[in-house]
């Protein structure tokens, strides 16, 4: 594709590397066909083609309207594309550049500004969050619907519905980092818990640091790309000292942190006293289904099989390129894993996506639960917090983190 980029982008990072993945695209239109706000919609400016050709024109200096940024908006950043695309376009980090681009280019509404600066602060601060979800659990059933999608039941003090949130004091010669993320540890307890506990059994001790927060995806994905980066400088100053102690992996329980993760290299390539951390960090990061792929599971216990619907996450099989593992762990720990029809298409969730455009994501919630459910499973197991809540706030049968079907 042919580009002539604005003078005042065309020399600066961002330009180049917008440059470069707009010259790769051969306008195709492959990706539409795996586009799920295109299969939706059918319109030209609401697939991965049509949105390159906006940011291509705001790039190089075109008018940015309100249009513009509806239709960059309604992009889920599933990155399904990416995988379609023929030509190798790296898509996710033209859309994250262009996003950016338009919030100067194109500035929003106040409301608007001031809706989605509360949400990035709100989701990111557990002194916050928790409590305001505690709140929302206490009157749950007043909440409107839309809202009440999104605010799970309370656990009990027992841990509620069965969920063992105890995490083993064993320590180990072999140690892992492990990001507890902004939202999980209120959401879902459960999932970093069980995965302490698998891998304790297999001689694993999973570290928590206490300086670690949000991976930065919410403030990346939201334009704030100075509050992105400085999350990355933060975690890996929290991480730092324990990988030079010699920690093995950082292991990601939520696959959209991972896929934030395993590309700080690339984010902070630019910062000279962070570049060669950040690229370590990347390389050490393993979502918590490479992590167990690599061991030997005989040691965990078989526990009752299970008739499951795997839903893969965009951020897992897209945006990290990993696939088919977490099912072969499962299916081989004896569970039945049930077909899945269009398992490559996006749930809706999409990091804060369900709450800003909630209509689109919950046509595709519907659509993929139709397909989750179509084979009778018992349950629903994802790997990804976001997908997790999203779905199970309307589906028929429970919807777990797999890692909570494994026996430590």
Same mark, same amino acid.
């Given at each position: ?20 993945? &707009?010259?790769? =695209?051969?306008? #195709?239109?492959? !990706?539409?066909? /795996? %586009? $799920?706000?295109?299969?939706?919609? @059918? ?28 239709? &960059?908006?309604? =992009?889920?950043? #599933?990155?399904? !594309?990416?995988? /379609? %695309? $023929?030509?190798?376009?790296?898509? @996710? ?316």
């Amino acid at each position: 594709m042919e580009t002539h980029l604005a003078d005042d982008l065309r020399d600066t990072p961002e330009g180049r590397e917008a440059e470069a993945i &707009l010259r790769a =695209c051969v306008h #195709c239109g492959f !990706c539409n066909a /795996t %586009c $799920p706000t295109y299969q939706l919609l @059918g319109d030209e400016l609401d697939g991965p083609r049509g949105r390159i050709y906006l940011m291509k024109q705001m790039l190089e200096g075109r008018r940015v309207t309100a249009r513009t940024r509806t239709h &960059l908006d309604r =992009c889920l950043t #599933c990155r399904n !594309c990416e995988t /379609t %695309c $023929p030509s190798g376009v790296q898509y @996710g980090r033209l859309v994250d550049i262009g996003r950016a681009l338009l919030e100067q280019r194109a500035p929003r509404p106040l409301p608007e500004r001031l809706a989605r600066d509360g949400l990035r602060r709100g989701l990111q601060a557990p002194l916050l969050f928790n409590p305001l979800l505690k709140a929302g659990q206490g009157v749950r059933g007043l909440l409107p619907g839309f809202l009440r999608g999104h605010v799970p039941p309370a656990l009990s003090p027992q841990g509620g519905g069965g969920q063992n949130l105890m995490r083993p004091t064993t320590r180990h010669a072999r140690r892992m980092l492990v990001l507890e993320g902004c939202v999980q540890p209120g959401l879902a307890p459960e999932t970093n818990a069980a995965a302490a506990r698998v891998l304790d059994r297999l001689g694993i001790q999973l570290v928590a640091t206490p300086g670690a927060g949000c991976c930065g995806a919410i403030d990346q994905h939201l334009a704030a790309t100075g509050d992105a980066l400085n999350a990355m400088r933060r975690n890996i100053d929290a991480w730092w000292p324990e990988i030079e102690k010699g920690a093995e992996a950082v292991v990601m329980t939520a696959s959209g942190c991972g896929a934030t993760v395993k590309e700080y290299g690339h984010h902070l390539r630019h910062d000279a006293r962070y570049a060669e951390k950040a690229r370590r960090v990347s390389e050490l990061t393993r979502d918590l289904g490479e992590v167990l792929a690599a061991e030997d599971l005989s040691a965990l216990r078989k526990g009752t099989a299970r008739r499951i619907a795997f839903h893969p996450p965009c951020s897992l099989q897209h945006g990290q390129q990993v696939r088919g593992v977490i099912e072969a762990i499962l299916a081989g720990l004896g569970h039945e894993l049930v077909p899945v029809d269009e398992a490559h298409l996006c749930c809706g969730s999409a990091g804060t996506y369900s709450l800003l455009q909630p209509e689109i994501a919950g046509r595709l919630r519907e659509r993929k639960l139709d397909n989750l459910q179509a084979r009778g499973p018992e349950l629903i197991a994802t790997a990804n917090i976001g997908c997790q809540m999203h779905l199970k706030a309307d589906a028929a049968v429970p919807v777990v983190h797999w890692i909570t079907l494994l026996q430590g």
